[in-house]
């Protein structure tokens, strides 16, 4: 286990049971006292937790992994999906994408697609995600289009009314939605209202509406409704998703994809 495995296994563990202690996380990691207080140190000087005498909690009452330390989760699952969405897009399209993970993964594989390597533009990508938007803009052959707004240090997202106020003025060819939930029958879904409204207006703009979501946040609930089932046209999964969850898509109008 490398040490950035180890570190986001003890902030998964430190979500899960909201506070660690240093000998049952030593236990169920497989390694040292010694290293896991190292590991926690480490972690308080980022501010990813607060040390107490003997383990840890976590750091502020909202607790949230940023991105970074999300992004090795589900990893091959992730990857599937975003070459299957990346797959969806045509060349010139204009492509909004949400903050996350997996959207953060399809902007990779679009990048990487040999038939958008040239073009004036071979794609227009609208996106409110920084670190999107920073690994796009090295490739001359995007057009990038970056919204304002005020930043989010866990998801590197910009919301707000400035970033809405971009986002209303544009029309889009496919929206590419990354979500913490999505049901049949309560729509999709995220944890923070700012967020949703981006993702909502996203929505709105765009013509074709894609989510891409791992097995895991489908069938769930989360804080904040971005849109109905109903406005979803196409969900690219992975093949964990059950038969019987897909019918339910299915028979909502949505298109299930499932890799």
């Known amino acids: ?38 590991d926690l140190d480490q972690l308080a000087e980022q501010q990813l937790l607060v040390r107490t005498r003997g383990g840890a909690v976590p750091h502020g009452v909202s607790y949230e992994l940023p991105l970074r330390y999300r992004t090795s989760r589900r990893a091959a699952e992730k990857g599937r999906i975003s070459g299957a969405v990346a797959a969806l897009i045509a060349p010139g399209e204009v492509v909004g994408l949400t903050g996350g993970t997996t959207t953060t993964e399809v902007a990779r594989a679009l990048a990487a697609r040999a038939d958008l390597a040239t073009g004036s533009p071979a794609l227009t990508v609208v996106t409110n995600a920084l670190n999107i938007a920073g690994e796009l803009v090295i490739r001359p052959q995007f057009k990038i289009v970056l919204t304002g707004g005020v930043a989010r240090p866990q998801s590197y997202e910009l919301t707000g009314p400035l970033a809405q106020q971009v986002l209303g003025q544009l029309t889009m060819d496919t929206a590419v939605l ?40 489908l069938g769930g609930r989360a804080f904040a409704r971005i849109c109905a089932t109903s406005e979803v046209d196409v969900l690219v999964t992975d093949t964990a998703l059950p038969e019987a969850q897909a019918r339910a898509f299915r028979a909502a109008g949505v298109e299930v994809v499932r890799v």
Do not use: Y
């Open 1 to 38: 286990m490398t040490r950035k495995e180890r570190w986001q296994r003890l902030l998964d563990l430190l979500v899960e049971r909201g506070g660690l202690e240093v000998e049952p996380a030593a236990e169920a990691l497989g390694v040292s006292a010694a290293t896991i207080r190292r």
């Open 178 to 217: 990354g979500v913490d939930a999505f049901d049949p029958r309560d729509g999709a879904a995220t944890r923070h209202e700012d967020e949703a409204a981006m993702n909502r207006l996203l929505c709105e703009r765009a013509r074709r509406v894609v989510i891409a979501a791992d097995s895991s946040k």
